[in-house]
């Protein structure tokens, strides 16, 4: 699934999934609030998941899967 995202929305994801609020996220990342937010609504479109809680458990379960 993460494997969807383009590389700024995995940074997007993985902040997120770290338990970031959308604007610590767009500043930590050095965008504006509202990018950040499009960036979200296009995870959530790519992933089919309506929430940040949904979005943490795909990510749990990416970095899971993927830990060698």
């Known amino acids: 699934m993460i494997a969807?995202?383009?590389?700024?929305?995995?940074q997007v994801a993985?902040?997120?999934?770290?338990g970031l609020r959308t604007k610590q996220v767009a500043s930590q990342l050095g965008?504006?609030?509202?990018?950040?937010?499009?960036h979200l609504a296009n995870i959530?479109?790519?992933?089919?998941?309506s929430s940040k809680t949904a979005l943490t458990?795909?990510?749990i379960i990416h970095e899971?899967?993927?830990d060698n």
């Open 4 to 10: 969807k995202l383009t590389e700024r929305e995995r």
């Open 14 to 18: 993985g902040l997120v999934a770290l």
């Open 31 to 38: 965008i504006e609030y509202g990018t950040a937010k499009v």
């Open 44 to 49: 959530y479109i790519k992933l089919e998941i």
């Open 57 to 59: 458990r795909a990510w």
């Open 64 to 66: 899971l899967a993927n």
